[in-house]
């Protein structure tokens, strides 16, 4: 807005602040009685429905579109049924400009479902196709690869999905290789992007597994999953697909059709891999596990091998060997101390023999002024003169000596 001056010139312009514009439009959308009793039909798209339970959508007419806002007590108050994308809807409220985020939008005050909208419509109409085929038959479906060393993901190179997934990736899984073939994930020419993308990850064969996915958004951002030449495309793979497009709550046919369907980007890439920190949990207690199995086997063994040697010493000849020498050495001492006893006894009775033959010794008689007469021929002692012949030598002996002596008569 700008003033001019008598001569036509462009003078200094006069500004007006967001607020205030904001308040003016406000205030004009307000003034138009019209537009604060309306009713409006179009398709649902891009329905939430919060935990407050107020519920934010957009309504769709071929180019068209207006943001609408349904709060909890409007809900309430007129019964309305839950809103999902793709229903076909008349709502009745007012339009007013939400100065805080610069939009406008309507305010709707009763909704009157009228059916399913043309993209719903499509949708189920393909996906009844697509099931009487049999694509989305639980038989035909794969397992995922235990542990994939080449992954596959079909997705725009600018997605933050693809970010995410990659840090999935990365963070679980830093084993696995990623091979990229970049897709338009929206609008007009996404759908054969996409089934080209795929066809061409086949083609590579390196890949063990392909996520196909993007972002949330809309029903009409996330379109190109729903289209034919993507649904046959993951069905014609061979190789195993997992589908993680939008968010939870979203559904394409592209999740049907493929082998595995994760509810986020970040979810597909997540069962696309195993986790190495759990294999490093499940590593470490199976390293203490076989250790402490080890263990109690050694203990069990050394006690097996005590229990053995102790069966062994006990039949072992050695053990025989050593009591043998025990009871030798036993023996030894008893047969020492019944020696030494029956020699201290032989000494007792050869010391009071040799009293008994001193007392009788003829050495005594000797001292005692007698001799001892004996035949020299065989030593025998003469006590009679019987005993001797004429000329038969004798020996005297004496106390001091022996005489030797000839038989005269």
């Given at each position: 807005m700008y003033s001019l001056d008598s001569q036509g010139t462009q003078g200094t312009p006069t500004a007006i602040s967001?607020?205030?514009?904001?308040?003016?439009?406000?205030?004009?959308?307000?003034?138009?009685?019209?537009?604060?009793?309306?009713?409006?039909?179009?398709?649902?798209?891009?329905?939430?429905?919060?935990?407050?339970?107020?519920?934010?959508?957009?309504?769709?007419?071929?180019?068209?579109?207006?943001?609408?806002?349904?709060?909890?007590?409007?809900?309430?108050?007129?019964?309305?049924?839950?809103?999902?994308?793709?229903?076909?809807?008349?709502?009745?409220?007012?339009?007013?400009?939400?100065?805080?985020?610069?939009?406008?939008?309507?305010?709707?005050?009763?909704?009157?479902?009228?059916?399913?909208?043309?993209?719903?419509q499509r949708f189920e109409q393909l996906k009844h196709q697509l099931a009487a085929e049999g694509l989305f038959a639980e038989e035909r479906k794969r397992p995922l690869p235990a542990q994939p060393e080449v992954i596959g993901i079909v997705t725009s190179l600018q997605a933050a999905a693809l970010r995410d997934m990659l840090r999935v990736l990365r963070n679980r899984y830093p084993l696995v290789r990623v091979i990229l073939s970049p897709a338009l994930v929206q609008g007009a020419d996404a759908p054969a992007s996409i089934a080209a993308a795929l066809d061409l990850l086949n083609e590579h064969g390196e890949a063990d597994v392909i996520i196909v996915g993007r972002g949330g958004g809309s029903i009409e951002e996330l379109w190109a999953f729903n289209e034919e030449s993507v649904a046959r495309a993951i069905a014609r793979s061979r190789i195993p697909v997992i589908s993680g497009v939008g968010h939870e709550t979203d559904f394409t046919i592209a999740d049907f059709v493929a082998d595995h369907r994760a509810s986020t980007p970040t979810a597909a890439a997540t069962a696309a891999v195993p986790d190495?920190?759990?294999?490093?949990?499940?590593?470490?207690?199976?390293?203490?596990?076989?250790?402490?199995?080890?263990q109690a086997y050694i203990v069990n063994a050394s006690e097996q091998v005590e229990d053995a040697v102790q069966d062994l010493r006990r039949v072992s000849p050695l053990s025989m060997i050593a009591q043998r020498r025990q009871q030798l050495d036993e023996y030894t001492d008893r047969m020492q101390v019944s020696m030494q006893h029956t020699l201290s006894l032989q000494t007792e009775r050869l010391r009071s023999l040799a009293l008994q033959l001193h007392s009788l010794s003829p050495l005594l008689t000797i001292a005692r002024g007698y001799a001892v007469v004996r035949r020299d021929s065989d030593q025998a002692v003469v006590s009679s003169v019987q005993q001797v012949s004429p000329g038969e030598a004798l020996t005297v002996q004496v106390q001091d000596g022996d005489i030797l002596v000839n038989v005269r008569s």
């Open positions: 967001v607020s205030a514009l904001s308040l003016y439009l406000k205030e004009l959308l307000e003034a138009n009685d019209i537009l604060q009793n309306i009713w409006i039909h179009g398709e649902v798209s891009n329905c939430k429905t919060y935990p407050s339970g107020h519920c934010y959508f957009t309504l769709k007419e071929g180019e068209a579109q207006i943001m609408c806002v349904f709060f909890k007590h409007a809900r309430l108050r007129t019964s309305a049924p839950t809103l999902r994308d793709g229903m076909a809807l008349a709502v009745n409220g007012r339009i007013s400009f939400y100065e805080r985020d610069g939009k406008l939008q309507c305010y709707v005050d009763a909704v009157l479902p009228l059916g399913e909208g043309a993209l719903f190495i920190a759990e294999w490093r949990e499940d590593l470490l207690y199976r390293q203490q596990l076989l250790t402490d199995l080890i």
